[in-house]
């Protein structure tokens, strides 16, 4: 992995999210990373966040468009739209908001917010 910058980090997060490549995505994140999916779920170390990246409910890998990007210090925030099938409904459509804290290099926690769209 060649990203260096924070935003190059988030890049390849995403990146992995849409190829579904774990590893990829796990190379990004320190070994305690919280995930809190508002309003749904948190996790708590990379075996968890591992376990949520293609959760059983969903089929195939997201369309993620990241829209915008802002960055404060140890902070990345990004917003987007994206596209995802379920398994018990079909494709759905979804905004989201990402804000990705850092320590050392690499993304120790992600708070999610995602907002389904008609």
Known sequence: MAATTQRELVEEYFAGFRDSDHSRILATLTDDVEWIIHGHRSTR????????????????????????????????VTTGEGRGA??????????????FTFRNGLITRVDSYVVPLS
Not at 69 to 75: A, L, N
């Open 86 to 99: 379920s398994v018990e409904h079909g494709p759905f459509r979804f905004a989201f908001n990402d804000l």
């Open 45 to 76: 170390g990379k075996a968890e966040f591992d376990g949520e990246i293609e959760n059983p409910a969903f089929v195939g890998s997201p369309e993620l468009e990241v829209q915008r990007v802002f960055e404060d210090g140890p902070v990345v």
